[in-house]
């Protein structure tokens, strides 16, 4: 099966920019992650959709930090105004859902968008 | 507040020994763990998994095991390869339905020498 895509793979930005990643989850994942991992730290959830609808965005910096996932399969992340903290890897995830087999379910991250702002 | 944490930042082993990776955590009520591989420029991948209600589980070279009364649990590859090198996240949740919310440790660098 094909795996999570994400695009682009890198981005470098000056602070006060705006900056978008896309993600497109395996086929049939219902459920969707964006996770942010700082260099020497491991990922932090950021936001959580099963389908099209949020189930947990309490760690996204709300200010800045936006996300979408129209028609429940790809999914957008948005930062606008960078700051020179956002700096990181931007990991999409996606797994089957609640109701599956969690033990067999794991979450299958896709590549990731390294962010700069300089 | 670090809910899950790998105090080993690196590890560096021979090829055909043990590799030994350790991760605790303070809270709880986590029942489900996970160990992630990463290489460098791609994303984590699964490797194994353990529930609360074993102590062990074994996938060819791979075993973890828990211990829940000490909060922590290990990795270990035997033996190790050339091709284990990468980073080894540990990672913890609550409710086995919810598996993607996932609260990831700081992650240990192995080196496997050939």
């Known amino acids: 099966e094909a795996g999570v895509a994400q695009s682009p793979r890198y981005k470098i930005i000056e602070k006060r920019q705006s900056v978008a990643f896309w993600c497109n989850p395996i086929?049939?994942?219902?459920?969707l992650y964006w996770y942010q991992q700082i260099l020497g730290q491991g990922p932090k959830l950021l936001i959580q959709f099963q389908n099209n609808g949020v189930v947990d965005d309490s760690q996204l910096p709300k200010d800045r930090f936006s996300a979408e996932r129209l028609k429940g399969v790809d999914s957008t992340l948005k930062i606008q105004p960078a700051k020179l903290e956002d700096s990181a890897v931007y990991l999409c995830?996606?797994?089957?859902?609640?109701?599956?087999?969690?033990?067999?379910?794991?979450?299958?991250f896709g590549n990731g968008t390294r962010l700069t702002v300089t | 507040d670090q809910q899950v944490k790998q105090n080993s930042p690196s590890l560096s082993v021979q090829e055909g020994r043990i590799s030994i990776l350790n991760c605790d955590y303070t809270?709880?009520?986590?029942?489900?763990f996970l160990w992630y591989k990463k290489y460098p420029a791609e994303g984590p991948t699964f490797l194994i998994s353990?529930?609360?209600?074993?102590d062990k589980n074994e996938d060819g070279r791979f075993t973890v095991f828990l211990n829940k009364s000490a909060k922590h649990l290990s990795l270990h590859i035997v033996p190790s390869q050339p091709g284990d090198s990468a980073v080894y996240f540990c990672?913890?949740?609550?409710?086995?339905?919810?598996?993607?919310?996932?609260?990831f440790g700081q992650g240990t660098t192995l080196q496997v020498k050939p």
């Open positions: 990672a913890a949740s609550r409710g086995s339905s919810n598996t993607g919310k996932l609260i």
């Open positions: 809270n709880s009520m986590f029942d489900y």
């Open positions: 353990i529930s609360s209600i074993k």
């Open positions: 995830a996606s797994s089957l859902g609640p109701g599956q087999s969690s033990y067999n379910s794991p979450l299958h």
């Open positions: 086929s049939g994942h219902a459920t």
